[in-house]
Nanobody, 123 residues
Framework: QVQLVESGGGLVQAGGSLRLSCAASGSFFLANAMGWYRQAPGKQRELVATITSGGSTNYADSVKGRFTISRDNAKKTVYLQMNSLKPEDTAVYYC?????????????????WGQGTQVTVSS
């Protein structure tokens, strides 16, 4: 399987910045899309941003112009640069990757999630 490990969360004041990282590990896999989702207390998990292996990006309207997603395919890592943070950005941020993995001689699809990292923005 593909394991995802996130880092970079923490506590920041409103208007500040944080950078999240998510490193993927495993054998013989191709991550087509990688992305970030978040879940605030009492709310459903929502998409923040995604990026394809070719670099196409998609953002939630609430973060456009403030967050930037990028990826380093060689390092199998996706990043989320978060600027101008607001208290409503407070949530657990989860990394996601989906693609194909070679198992027992057969390519299979996978959809993996990280354990989540807490981002707290104080007002």
């Amino acid at each position: 399987q593909v394991q995802l490990v996130e880092s970079g969360g923490g506590l920041v004041q409103a208007g500040g910045s944080l950078r999240l990282s998510c490193a993927a590990s495993g054998s013989f896999f191709l991550a087509n899309a990688m992305g970030w989702y978040r879940q605030a207390p009492g709310k459903q998990r929502e998409l923040v941003a995604t990026i394809t292996s070719g670099g196409s990006t998609n953002y939630a309207d609430s973060v456009k112009g403030r967050f930037t997603i990028s990826r380093d395919n060689a390092k199998k890592t996706v990043y989320l640069q978060m600027n101008s943070l607001k208290p409503e950005d407070t949530a657990v941020y989860y990394c996601n990757a989906e693609g194909r993995i070679l198992q027992l001689g057969t390519w299979r699809t996978f959809d993996s999630w990280g354990q989540g990292t807490q981002v707290t923005v104080s007002s």
